[in-house]
C-alpha cells in the first residue's frame, strides 16, 4: 500500500434529478476516494469501518481489483445508510436512514491501524483524510503526524449545525502541518466569510499548510499555491453528468496521488479533475474499477492543454 483514504464507507440509496431511484448503491467518501486514487496508481487501501450488514461481496471484489481492505474493521453494528436526493434545481440533500453510533470508533480503528502502518505498510507515501467531523479528523490526524507522511484534509459540508466543525478550520489546529485542504466552494465561502478570496486562502494557511485546493464542481477547481501565493484555475473535463454523487471525493483521491508523485498541486489537481469525471458519468463508485488507464490519461492531456491555453498563474 502506498497510498491510504481514511473515512466512511456507506450504502446510498440515490434519486437522481430526473426521478430514478437507486438502492443499495456502495458508497462513502473514504471509498470514493480511494477509487479516485486507483486511477493512478496501484497499491492504494481504505481505512473504515463497515457493518455486519454490509455485503461481503463488496469488499471482495474491491480486494480483488487490487484495493487493500486490510485496514477495514467488521464491526457488529448496522452500516451508515444515507438516502441522496437531488432536486430537480440542482440541489442536493442527505438523510441518514441509519446512522451509525460508533462513528468515534474510527478513531481508534486509526489509531490501532496507524501502530502497525509502518511495520504492515512501509510503503505508505500519502493519505487522505476525507471529510468526518472535526471530533473525528483532530485525533487521526494528529496521530499521523509523527508519520512524516503527505496528508490531505477534506472538510464536512457546510450545512446544518456544522458551522462549529468549520470555525475550527479556519482556527486551523486540525490543519497544522498538513500538505493540503480540499473545502468545496460552498464550504470555502461559509470560511472566508466576507474577505476576498485569495486574502481568505492565505489566512487559512497560516503559514503551516501547503495548499488550499478549493473544489467547485461543474466549474472545476482553484488551486492556492501558498507558498509563492499563486492562483490557479483549473477545469472541469467536459461529461454528461448523471450522478454526481462521490465526484469531490474522487477528486481528493486522485488529488492525494497527484501531489505525491509530482509535488506539483495543480498536475495533482488536473488528476482529481479527470477522477471526478468518471464519477459523475455513472450510479455508485464501483465502475470506476471498469476505467480503462489510457481513457484516464487521454483526459488528463486534454485537461493540460485547456489548462495551458488559459494562461499563466496569477
Not at 492504494?44 to 457493518?51: E, H, K, L, N, Y
Amino acid at each position: 500500500m502506498r497510498y491510504l483514504a481514511i473515512g466512511g464507507m456507506t450504502i446510498d440509496d440515490v434519486v437522481l434529478e430526473d426521478g430514478t431511484y437507486h438502492a443499495s448503491v456502495p458508497g462513502g467518501n473514504a471509498l470514493y476516494s480511494a477509487l479516485g486514487a486507483r486511477l493512478w496508481s496501484a497499491g492504494v487501501g481504505v481505512m473504515s469501518f463497515a457493518g455486519s450488514d454490509y455485503p461481503p461481496a463488496i469488499l471482495e471484489q474491491l480486494r480483488a481489483s487490487g484495493i487493500d481492505v486490510t485496514l477495514v474493521a467488521r464491526l457488529e453494528m448496522q452500516s451508515v445508510h444515507l438516502w441522496v436526493l437531488y432536486e430537480p434545481d440542482g440541489r442536493r440533500q442527505i438523510f441518514y436512514q441509519q446512522r451509525s453510533s460508533h462513528l468515534g470508533s474510527l478513531t481508534r480503528i486509526a489509531e490501532d491501524g496507524f501502530l502497525r502502518l509502518r511495520d504492515t505498510f512501509p510503503d505508505v507515501r500519502a493519505v487522505h483524510v476525507a471529510a468526518l467531523p472535526v471530533a473525528v479528523q483532530a485525533p487521526i490526524l494528529q496521530a499521523l503526524s509523527p508519520l512524516r507522511l503527505q496528508v490531505t484534509v477534506d472538510s464536512i459540508e457546510a450545512h446544518g449545525s456544522v458551522g462549529g466543525d468549520l470555525q475550527a478550520y479556519r482556527d486551523r489546529p486540525v490543519l497544522r502541518g498538513t500538505t493540503a485542504f480540499l473545502p468545496s466552494r460552498e464550504e470555502f465561502d461559509v470560511l472566508r466569510g466576507d474577505s476576498p478570496e485569495d486574502a481568505a486562502a492565505w489566512s487559512l494557511a497560516g503559514g503551516d499548510l501547503g495548499h488550499v485546493v478549493v473544489k467547485q464542481g461543474r466549474a472545476g477547481a482553484t488551486v492556492y499555491g501558498l507558498a509563492r501565493r499563486t492562483t490557479v484555475s483549473v477545469p472541469a473535463y467536459p461529461v454528461e453528468v448523471r450522478d454526481p454523487t462521490g465526484a469531490g471525493d474522487a477528486f481528493c483521491g486522485g488529488f492525494m496521488v497527484g501531489m505525491a508523485e509530482t509535488n506539483d498541486p495543480v498536475e495533482a489537481a488536473l488528476r482529481g479533475a479527470v477522477s471526478a469525471s468518471f464519477v459523475i458519468e455513472a450510479v455508485g463508485a464501483l465502475h470506476l474499477l471498469d476505467v480503462n488507464p489510457r481513457e484516464a490519461m487521454s483526459r488528463l492531456e486534454a485537461l493540460r492543454r485547456q489548462r495551458a491555453a488559459s494562461g499563466p498563474a496569477r
